[in-house]
């Protein structure tokens, strides 16, 4: 009875929260998480007897419905399914810049100086797909996520898994040019086909298994124009998007210091873009 009344107070809280959302920031929408699924009892049932007339041959009967069977065998032994309504999609990014031999949170608008070394760092906070792109004076974006030394040039990112550019102990260096250097953040449920196309080779069709799956990183730093970054914004920026600079304490109790950005879109098309400027003076 108690697990009964728990998991319907899970329910209503759940939905409380969808009918409610619009009220939320853009951090609570990124720290919000699905209600747990219970579990069915997986303790394998006996079958029961089944008896057999001796006079009468067992008759084979024709297979049944495949799908119909595929389903039954389905509920009684995996988890539930939940309904195809996603949580609001989310991502925090924060820059990591170089102190001594540590790399540390610092304030996004910070204006930087020739010398110093950063580090973006960026989590969703569901499973989705990301692409980060660097915007030069000449007008041409260069890719720099995915990248093939980061999990083979797999982009897709999942909830609280940080990613963290560029890889390993590499860093972005400003040099003796001052200006504002422009980066995107695209995240994306699915794949988003006009940057895919530019940025990966599918596998070879006539291989057996080959698929969309199967892809190649294209060389790095392939350019890319800045049209189609202009027209991914205009795209995406016409969303319900909602930002938030966040100054304070985390939920572990660590200092955090991020931006937090938003849509309320809850389908498997829901998509964001967010502009990054790292100001050098």
Same mark, same amino acid.
């Given at each position: 009875?108690?697990?009964?009344?728990?998991?319907?107070?899970?329910?209503?809280?759940?939905? /409380?929260?969808?009918?409610?959302?619009?009220?939320?920031?853009?951090? #609570? =929408?990124?720290?919000?998480?699905?209600?747990?699924?219970? #579990?069915?009892?997986?303790?394998?049932?006996?079958?029961?007897?089944?008896?057999? *007339?001796?006079?009468?041959?067992?008759?084979? *009967?024709?297979?049944?419905?495949?799908?119909?069977?595929?389903?039954?065998?389905?509920?009684?032994?995996? /988890?539930?399914?939940?309904?195809?309504?996603? &949580?609001?999609?989310? =991502?925090?990014?924060?820059?990591?810049?170089?102190?001594?031999?540590?790399? !540390?949170?610092?304030?996004? !608008?910070? #204006?930087?100086?020739? %010398?110093?070394?950063?580090?973006?760092?960026?989590?969703?906070?569901?499973?989705?797909? $990301?692409?980060?792109?660097? %915007? %030069?004076?000449?007008?041409?974006?260069?890719?720099?996520?995915?990248?093939?030394?980061? +999990?083979?040039?797999?982009? #897709?990112?999942?909830?609280?898994?940080?990613?963290?550019?560029? @890889?390993?102990?590499?860093?972005?260096?400003?040099?003796?040019?001052?200006?504002?250097?422009?980066?995107?953040?695209?995240?994306?449920? /699915?794949?988003?086909?006009?940057? !895919?196309? $530019?940025?990966? *080779?599918?596998?070879?069709?006539?291989?057996?298994? +080959?698929?969309?799956?199967? *892809?190649?990183?294209?060389?790095?730093?392939?350019?890319? +124009?800045?049209?189609?970054? %202009?027209? =991914?914004?205009?795209?995406?920026?016409?969303?319900? $998007?909602?930002?938030?600079?966040?100054?304070?304490?985390? /939920?572990?109790?660590? @200092?955090?210091?991020?931006?937090?950005?938003? &849509?309320?879109?809850?389908?498997?098309?829901?998509?964001?873009?967010? +502009?990054?400027? =790292?100001?050098?003076?």
């Amino acid at each position: 009875m108690k697990l009964i009344a728990g998991i319907a107070m899970g329910i209503l809280g759940f939905i /409380a929260w969808a009918q409610n959302d619009s009220d939320l920031t853009a951090r #609570q =929408l990124f720290l919000i998480t699905a209600p747990a699924v219970p #579990q069915p009892d997986a303790t394998p049932k006996k079958a029961p007897a089944v008896k057999v *007339k001796p006079v009468v041959p067992p008759v084979k *009967k024709p297979p049944a419905d495949t799908a119909s069977t595929n389903h039954q065998k389905n509920s009684d032994t995996s /988890a539930l399914v939940v309904p195809a309504s996603y &949580t609001p999609l989310a =991502l925090k990014y924060s820059i990591l810049q170089r102190k001594g031999t540590n790399y !540390e949170e610092v304030d996004p !608008e910070t #204006q930087f100086r020739t %010398g110093d070394r950063i580090r973006v760092k960026v989590e969703a906070n569901a499973t989705a797909y $990301l692409y980060i792109v660097m %915007g %030069g004076s000449s007008g041409q974006w260069s890719v720099i996520f995915p990248s093939k030394d980061i +999990d083979g040039g797999n982009n #897709q990112v999942h909830a609280g898994k940080p990613c963290t550019i560029p @890889p390993g102990n590499d860093s972005f260096y400003f040099d003796e040019t001052a200006g504002v250097e422009k980066v995107s953040l695209v995240l994306s449920r /699915a794949p988003e086909p006009d940057l !895919e196309k $530019l940025i990966y *080779k599918a596998g070879d069709p006539s291989r057996t298994g +080959d698929s969309q799956e199967h *892809k190649t990183i294209m060389a790095q730093n392939n350019p890319i +124009d800045g049209t189609v970054v %202009g027209h =991914l914004r205009d795209q995406m920026l016409s969303r319900d $998007l909602v930002f938030e600079k966040f100054d304070g304490t985390a /939920a572990d109790g660590k @200092p955090e210091k991020a931006f937090y950005a938003a &849509t309320k879109d809850k389908s498997d098309k829901a998509q964001l873009f967010v +502009d990054l400027k =790292l100001v050098h003076k």
